[in-house]
């Protein structure tokens, strides 16, 4: 027995209960005297340990404890009946009725009677309150068929079994080779070590693979002394770069992600990691419910096996509610695919015609960490030129047939001009101006366009406007045009103008549709403002820059797409300079096949011929074949 003894309180019992309880949500009880049930003093500092130690994983919860009515009293005893109110991990209330006894028998005054029945009526000496957490399961992220794109899928996890192996050296390199033809670096230097340091019999993980991928180099894998192999299922995206930086992953919980969440997380939860498994964590996470149950004790079945804990309170999970988007896996597969073969930094992003949903967001290489084909800020260069054609048309500055003129050069207010490799094509209409993408026929035009007449057809198209996806999404942001040379150089998609492959993929699809209308990706939960519709376009306008963009592929800068499956294609190449420290571009292209409209990037790519197309041509190939 440690502390001090209390003074008793008070002339009736109720004076020492409000002291109990006072001191008990203080974390004081000096003014309290107690005994045990057997009638022992106890000092005030035990019992205070001891309700700490009773309420077990609940010590740290808050918890409210009032009065019901008045005690009451028969002779020396008393009994007051109390109610506790507890908030447990995630925000569960718990309340529940409790009694506590009191006395003055062999005192001269009121003192609380300590025992554990306080804290709940189930409770024994030894005994303590234990929460179990009831983890919710995770719900899905969907695609347009309402499908879940992450499913079990079959995977292999490739290994080595010490006893197994007959030749070390021949065995690493076996394994270098055959990882190699599938693209895929394994750190083996230490393998060695490990397997003179582990059991003969044990498996050695060394990496494990989806099911296609290590079927192309099963018979070599198999064929080398050691190897063994473990099937299982392991819930997977369609591939392993499927939509990577627009989905994000799930992994174990962070320290920073349970500092930051200790009500909701604890060790071991998985968490989304960027992308929309980060955005729409809380939604697919769900809600865990919690367990209060009687831990300790020495109670035994009559089988002789330790009793389970008995449960006192339960809130049931609430599974997750699933993330509905636009994607469509044959054509996100289609976009993954087509970036696979690019070393440099690139982005995809094609666009249902018809309603603007979004059908893929790729970036590479191998899926992306940021999600550039939506959030991307950079110059558009010469797709651009769709935009300020379409302002040209619809003003009437000119039609497709009207000769302008195409020299090397064009000078606005001291500043020059160029064509890429110094072209000039002379005067020739306006569309082979567009379809040969003649820099400074644009340049020449600029000035009857004007920045009023530039900033209407890109608001016509939707670029620059307020839009909400569900996801962070970069509409584009507008030249100001405020001087002649900005302007010019606005006119053929330099400048102060920026946008991301989501911004030109969605503007070529308004000019295939004939109306702007938002992209959208995310449906449930339904984004709250989204951007309303734009108005019809020009008929006249319109038709005549879908024809001059068809031209770009049959006699200009993109007939490396003449030929491809699926239909004709509309499109415009773009070569963009982002810096005057270097002469690296951006390589682009943008257009639209039947009801896919794209756009693609590739950065410091070079011209959107070199890079760009033959991005394009693979996608629409792949997208055949899907």
């Known amino acids: 027995m440690t502390g001090v003894l209390a003074g008793c309180s008070g002339d009736g019992p109720d004076g020492t209960l409000d002291d109990f309880l006072a ?41 409210t404890v009032t009065a019901e ?10 009994t007051s009946a109390v ?57 899905s992220i969907l695609d347009a068929a309402g499908k879940p794109i992450v499913t079990p899928r079959t995977v292999i996890t490739i290994g080595v079994e010490p006893q197994k192996v007959t030749d070390l050296a021949k065995l690493r390199t076996g394994l270098a080779a055959q990882f190699k033809k599938i693209g895929v670096t394994v750190d083996t230097a230490n393998l060695g070590d490990r397997i003179k340091n582990a059991d003969p019999q044990s498996f050695l993980e060394l990496i494990t693979l989806r099911e296609p991928d290590y079927n192309k180099i099963r018979p070599g894998l198999q064929a080398l002394d050691g190897t063994v192999f473990n099937k299982q299922q392991r819930p997977l995206a369609p591939s392993r770069v499927f939509a990577r930086a627009l989905l994000g992953t799930v992994d174990e919980a962070t320290a920073e992600d349970l500092e930051k969440n200790p009500q909701t997380l604890v060790q071991g939860d998985t968490v989304g ?31 002789g096996e330790v009793a389970q804990p008995r449960e006192l309170f339960k809130t049931a999970p609430v599974a997750g509610k699933p993330v509905k988007t636009t994607l469509d896996v044959p054509a996100q597969l289609a976009a993954d695919q087509a970036l696979a073969a690019e070393k440099q930094a690139s982005s995809l992003v094609a666009i249902k015609v018809s309603d603007g949903s979004v059908l893929a967001v790729a970036n590479g290489p191998e899926g992306g960490t940021v999600n550039t084909a939506l959030t991307g800020k950079v110059a558009p ?131 295939a549709r004939g109306q702007f209308k938002q992209p959208k990706l ?35 800068t993109a007939t490396a797409l003449r030929d491809v499956p699926g239909g004709a294609v509309h499109g415009k190449t773009g070569t963009a300079e982002f810096s005057e420290n270097t002469e ?32 394009v041509k693979r996608f629409l190939q792949n997208l055949a074949k899907n």
């Open 584 to 615: 690296d571009t951006h390589s682009w292209f943008i257009g639209y096949q039947g009801e896919v409209a794209f756009a693609v990037m590739v950065q410091k790519g070079g011209a959107g011929s070199e890079a760009a197309v033959p991005v």
């Open 522 to 556: 995310v449906t449930d939960p339904a984004p709250a403002a989204p951007a309303a519709d734009g108005a019809k376009l020009d008929p006249a306008a319109v038709t005549a820059l879908r024809t001059m963009m068809r031209e770009v592929v049959t006699a200009g």
């Open 381 to 511: 260069g010469s797709t651009f030129k769709a935009v300020s054609a379409y302002g040209i048309l619809q003003k009437k500055v000119a039609t497709a047939d009207t000769p302008v003129n195409c020299p090397k050069t064009a000078a606005v207010a001291g500043r020059s001009f160029k064509n890429s490799h110094d072209e000039a094509l002379g005067s020739v209409p306006f569309h082979v101006d567009f379809a040969k993408s003649c820099n400074t026929a644009f340049v020449g035009l600029s000035g009857k366009l004007g920045a009023d007449g530039l900033r209407s057809a890109s608001e016509a198209l939707g670029l620059g406007g307020t839009w909400d996806l569900g996801v962070d999404a970069f509409s584009g942001k507008l030249s100001p045009a405020d001087t002649p040379t900005e302007l010019a150089a606005a006119t053929f998609g330099q400048g102060a103008t920026a946008v991301s492959p989501l911004a030109m993929a969605s503007a070529t699809s308004a000019i």
């Open 69 to 78: 009515g008045e005690p009451k009293t028969t002779g020396d005893d008393a």
């Open 23 to 63: 001191g008990w949500r203080g974390g004081d009880l000096s003014k309290v005297g107690f005994v045990g049930a057997d009638g022992g003093k106890i000092a005030a500092s035990e019992v205070l340990q001891q309700i700490k130690t009773v309420s077990g994983d609940l010590a740290q919860q808050p918890l």
């Open 83 to 139: 109610k506790l109110d507890w908030t447990l991990p995630g925000d569960a209330k718990w309340s529940y009725p409790s009694t506590v006894r009191l006395t003055k028998r062999n005192a001269d005054g009121w003192r609380v009677v300590w025992e554990p029945t306080i804290l709940h009526s189930d409770l024994e000496s030894g005994n303590k309150l234990g929460v179990r957490r009831l983890a919710a399961d995770r719900a």
């Open 273 to 303: 990691h960027g992308g929309l498994q980060q955005k729409y964590d809380a939604t697919l996470r769900g809600t865990a419910g919690v367990s209060v149950v009687i831990t300790g004790g020495t109670a035994e079945t009559t089988e």
